[in-house]
């Protein structure tokens, strides 16, 4: 087990070095297109949108690692009061989906490739270092992993929109709103075969 884990990690690692060149031009790309906007930012979701989001992310995230770490797990923040650890975990998973989400739409816009496991798997390894909770770790990797592929999806299908005239706004507004429908029909095939196979 430990090999298979050590082999996990050092792919992604890999795979995340050999993105590097993408994500820096990528990075370069977003700081000297700052300000450029012009009136195209009128065909794109408003920031108070955007900032709801985050702040939305931030409190589910608090909760998911309210609910899922116990205060002698150990960890970097063992010795923190539960609800400053919580805070830091969700802190740390918000920032990283926010970083992580614009370089890998800037990755896929460019290079139609992203290191989606990558950042997944290192994602749940500091969480793993900082809290010792395996189900805090692979939810907030979770989260990660479905941001991050929401965004390079939206990056890919905002570049056919735009070959056929579409509006942006509505097209980022109808994917944030359609996200829930996968997440929910899973759940509800999942608990149906487990109820007609006993799963696990």
């Known amino acids: 087990r430990p090999l298979g884990i ?3 990690m050092g792919g992604a690692f890999l795979g995340i070095l050999s993105a590097l060149p993408a994500m820096k ?9 700052k300000g450029t906007g012009g009136d195209h ?8 949108f955007l900032a709801f989001s985050v702040v939305a992310s931030f409190g589910v995230l ?17 010795g923190v009061d ?4 919580h805070a830091i975990v969700a802190a740390i998973g918000t920032g990283w989906i926010w970083f992580a989400g614009i370089i890998i739409a800037q990755c896929t816009g460019m290079t139609d ?18 809290t010792n909770e395996v ?14 592929s929401e965004a390079a999806d939206m990056m890919g299908d905002l570049k ?26 899973a759940i509800i095939v999942t608990i149906w075969l487990h109820k007609a196979f006993v799963l696990g």
């Open 113 to 130: 490739w992203s290191p989606i496991s990558g950042l997944a798997l290192l994602t749940v390894l500091v969480i793993m270092v900082l």
């Open 160 to 185: 056919t929109g735009y070959l056929v005239g579409a509006q942006p706004r509505r097209q980022q507004f109808t994917e944030i709103l359609a996200v829930a429908i996968g997440p929910a029909v």
């Open 6 to 8: 050590g082999m996990l």
């Open 62 to 78: 608090f909760a998911a690692a309210h609910f899922s770490t116990s205060p002698d797990a150990g960890g970097l923040l063992s």
């Open 135 to 148: 189900v805090a770790a692979v939810m907030v990797g979770a989260a990660l992993c479905a941001a991050i």
């Open 41 to 48: 930012g009128r065909d794109e979701l408003s920031l108070k």
């Open 82 to 85: 539960p609800w400053i650890r």
């Open 25 to 33: 031009a990528a990075f370069g790309g977003l700081l000297s297109s």
